[in-house]
């Protein structure tokens, strides 16, 4: 069946377009959010930024998501998923007012970040909780789909999120004030997330009810151990556990050429031009959008033609090569080709990542297994920059950052198909 087929499929179903736009709402308000807490990060005037700062500022930004990911699985393992759609918003929006409160009083900046911190952390519930609803809206043969429509669209109206941030940036200030009113903004927007969510019958998302799973009191006590029997699920999973890899390996270049991005633009394209060295910024992120946006059209298709384990290593070593021709020459011009590269074959590896996930973990483990996701996701990204934080000089130019992204990526793809092709040779003598 066609791309178009089975993407009408699963638009006829009442509840994933309900889902569905759970999630386009709450990510367009993430992106306007995100924007403003980054351009006070990284693109304040009165402030210099490192590629240290760089990292660390990184760091905040994705904390919440590694540190809280055990701790989310536990609960979306045993609350109703559907509650935490609607309540999360709520709290959400509560706390980006309190954040914009902050900013007009003239509050120290630790108060500021601390509340952004609490936000995130929340946010950490609310997306978990999504990936681990979709297997129950959607047919179990139509997640490949279900993939590229939903994270896909999410991530890409979370650029047009930022699209937007810049948009009020540019219209209000890039003081304290015009990040104030972006929080306000985003906080209305991500609380008519919870209107629509509030629409699905309560028990419809699951989890799905498990005799043997202890009280929420033990589990708390045991995250460790919940952690440790996730990824023992996992790795007698190697299909799953291969895909986690091949994901991680792009969030890790990923992260490099982000911390590289950042100092390029700050210190050597526009070094005398904040706001300009945002604009290159933000044009940068929305072309790598529309490769986002592309790949969810590409990849049902192409797993379709060359199967899922050929897919992800041709995106990975491809966008190895091309990074490499792109970036090396360090000219403004190329960055948003290489951004577009990057996001088209990066979003299409966490497709496929997805779908294996969804369709190879049992559902009772779903929300553990998508905290380590989640984990790996943020943690290697952060990672990432710091690496290239004690690489980078002042001014970003580096090719050898350039050199092992290149090579990072093209290596993370033959072992992904290395691992692959003994998975399949073992399903098939099995």
Request: proline share 4%; with cysteine; glycine share 10%.
């Amino acid at each position: 069946m066609s791309y178009v087929s089975d993407l009408r499929l699963i638009l006829r179903g009442r509840d994933f377009r309900r889902l569905f736009g759970t999630r386009l709402v709450s990510q367009f308000s993430d992106g306007i959010f995100q924007f403003g807490v980054a351009g006070m990060a990284f693109f304040s005037p009165e402030t210099k930024t490192s590629a240290v700062d760089v990292a660390m500022g990184l760091a905040v930004l994705l904390l919440p998501y590694s540190v809280l990911g055990p701790f989310a699985g536990v609960f979306i393992d045993r609350w109703s998923r559907r509650q935490i759609l609607v309540i999360a918003p709520v709290i959400r929006a509560t706390l980006l007012l309190v954040a914009a409160g902050l900013l007009v009083v003239g509050a120290p900046d630790v108060l500021f970040y601390g509340t952004a911190l609490c936000v995130l952390g929340v946010n950490r519930f609310f997306l978990a909780a999504l990936g681990a609803s979709l297997p129950h809206v959607v047919p179990k043969d139509r997640l490949m789909v279900a993939n590229a429509v939903t994270p896909t669209s999410g991530t890409v109206i979370t650029f047009v999120g930022v699209g937007m941030g810049f948009a009020l940036r540019q219209t209000l200030s890039g003081g304290h004030g015009g990040t104030a009113a972006m929080m306000i903004i985003s906080g209305v927007v991500f609380g008519l997330s919870a209107l629509i969510a509030s629409r699905m019958e309560r028990s419809l998302l699951g989890p799905a009810y498990d005799p043997c799973r202890p009280q929420v009191r033990e589990a708390l006590r045991n995250v460790v151990r919940g952690l440790i029997d996730g990824a023992r699920h996992i790795a007698h999973r190697r299909a799953a556990a291969a895909a986690l890899g091949a994901m991680s390996t792009h969030r890790f270049m990923y992260g490099m050429c982000t911390a590289m991005m950042i100092m390029l633009y700050r210190y050597h394209f526009y070094p005398a031009d904040t706001e300009a060295a945002v604009a290159g910024v933000s044009l940068v992120l929305g072309v790598s959008g529309v490769g986002y946006f592309l790949a969810a059209l590409i990849t049902p298709w192409a797993t379709e033609r060359f199967g899922l384990t050929n897919w992800v290593p041709i995106a990975l070593i491809g966008a190895g090569v091309l990074a490499f021709a792109l970036a090396s020459p360090i000219q403004e011009w190329l960055m948003p080709v290489a951004g577009f590269v990057l996001g088209l074959a990066g979003q299409s590896v966490k497709i496929c990542a997805d779908t294996v996930v969804q369709r190879d973990v049992e559902d009772a483990y779903l929300g553990r297994v998508f905290s380590i996701y989640d984990m790996l996701f943020n943690g290697v990204y952060v990672a990432a920059a710091a690496f290239a934080a004690l690489l980078l000089p002042a001014d970003g130019r580096s090719l050898l950052v350039v050199g092992l992204i290149g090579l990072g990526y093209a290596l993370g793809g033959v072992v992904y198909r290395m691992v692959a092709r003994t998975t399949v040779t073992a399903a098939q003598s099995a």
